[in-house]
């Protein structure tokens, strides 16, 4: 079973249009990332969030609007696309203080966003 | 502010050669987690291992080993008889305790072995 699914796995769309990716775990993890991989591999924090709750968000732009309906969905909205958009985003979750494995970062399958 | 250097870009070594990533961070935390993930050609990320500060020890796990040194703020990465299949790139990656649970990670290590 996978532990933490994005949908879609590729995406290709205009500039100027809107689009989301999803991103589920069954871990039973409280807190859930949104990163993003860059053409030149580089990984950064866009989002956290905690129990529904966002407590990180690092300097992205308005047009990016996660939203978090329970503790184990994650999606990332994104509006009016551009072409410095395209990139990989990949989804994380980790478990709360006490549990096994805590600190550790549970990874998606990334999506490919492209953006012409 | 937290932050990870990895100054090797890429790395090309011959199968069976043994080859070492560095990793070297700063931090202003007393307790904090390193990390390394390994990114296949497939693209996903794989968490290989987790160390917390407070635990100086070297770990083997196989052909990996991990080499992590306070008074350097390093956390170096061995691999011994490198095989094809270990061809990806590997990043470093820093949590501390204090802060807001973000993995801060290096810019990666490109790693190809040679058949």
């Known amino acids: 079973d996978t532990a933490v699914s994005q949908t879609p796995k590729y995406l290709v769309t205009q500039m100027g249009n809107d689009k989301s990716i999803k991103c589920e775990q069954n871990?039973?993890?409280?807190?859930m990332y949104w990163y993003k991989q860059d053409s030149k591999k580089f990984l950064k924090i866009m989002f956290s969030?905690?129990?529904?709750?966002?407590?990180i968000n690092e300097t992205v732009p308005n047009r990016f609007s996660p939203k978090s309906p329970d503790k184990a969905h994650l999606n990332l909205h994104i509006n009016s696309l551009e072409l410095g958009d395209s990139a990989v985003y990949f989804c994380?979750?980790?478990?709360?203080?006490?549990?096994?494995?805590?600190?550790?970062?549970?990874f998606g399958p990334g999506t490919r966003l492209t953006v012409l | 502010a937290q932050k990870v250097t990895q100054a090797q870009t890429e790395i090309s070594v011959v199968e069976k050669e043994d080859v070492t990533l560095d990793c070297v961070y700063e931090?202003?935390?007393?307790?904090?987690?390193l990390f390394w993930y390994k990114q296949p050609p497939s693209g996903e990320l794989v968490f290989l291992i987790r160390?917390?500060?407070?635990?100086?020890q070297n770990e083997i796990s196989g052909r990996y080993s991990w080499n992590f040194q306070k008074s350097t703020s390093s956390f170096n990465f061995t691999i011994t008889a490198s095989q094809v299949v270990d061809s990806a790139v590997y990043f470093c990656?820093?949590?501390?305790?204090?802060?807001?649970?973000?993995?801060?990670f290096g810019t990666g290590t490109r790693l190809t072995i040679i058949p």
């Open positions: 994380a979750s980790s478990p709360i203080a006490g549990q096994s494995s805590y600190n550790e970062q549970f």
């Open positions: 990656a820093l949590r501390e305790h204090f802060g807001n649970e973000k993995l801060t």
């Open positions: 969030y905690n129990n529904k709750e966002l407590i």
């Open positions: 160390r917390n500060s407070f635990d100086e």
């Open positions: 931090t202003r935390d007393t307790t904090y987690y």
């Open positions: 871990l039973g993890h409280d807190t």
